[in-house]
């Protein structure tokens, strides 16, 4: 035998010894007896008894004509100081000279009042604050170079200009009533 020959021959049963002892490490099968775990699933829960709810069948109230106007509902304000702000927030319109409308869209057409545009964007904070204490419904805007206040949005106009009278009244601020956008 030469020694070529010879070195595998010592190589096959190295390789054939220790095939014989990993195999059974191996293939014992814990592995696959493992993967049969024992269901942690909890039996269904028992149905419950099921009820018979008789429908109430009263007749409705008759809208062909319209209601009487009934009188204005009475609201506590729990604070003293809190009464003008919110009889001011509340403005008097006829609904049916300024009613809301819809866009091509489909949308209702909203109004909002910009009432002032600042570069420092503390001032427009401020000027929230101030409007928010006082019981008015107040947003900001960023824009590219400005910050801009804007009170509303309200979906009739006549709302926003009487709102805007006061504002300038009270505040000296001269605002504009611009179609209300969520951009």
Do not use: C
């Amino acid at each position: 035998m030469t020694e070529v020959q010879k070195k595998r021959l010592v190589g096959a049963v190295a390789i054939l010894v220790s095939a014989i002892i990993l195999f059974p490490l191996l293939l014992d099968g814990t592995g696959y007896r493992e993967r049969h775990l024992q269901d942690r699933i909890p039996p269904a829960p028992a149905m419950p008894a099921l009820v018979d709810i008789e429908p109430n069948r009263s007749a409705l109230p008759d809208t062909a004509e319209p209601a009487s106007p009934a009188a204005p509902a009475v609201v506590k304000v729990p604070a003293p100081a809190l009464r003008p702000a919110i009889v001011q927030a509340q403005p008097s319109i006829d609904a049916t000279q300024d009613t809301p409308a819809l866009d091509q869209q489909q949308v209702p057409v909203a109004w909002t009042l910009q009432l002032a545009s600042f570069r420092d964007e503390a001032n427009a904070r401020s000027l929230r604050k101030e409007l928010v204490a006082a019981g008015y419904k107040v947003y900001i805007r960023h824009g590219p170079n400005m910050v801009r206040v804007f009170v509303g949005p309200d979906l009739q106009r006549s709302r926003l200009e009487q709102l805007q009278a006061r504002l300038k009244r009270d505040y000296s601020l001269d605002g504009m009533i611009v179609r209300f956008t969520t951009q």
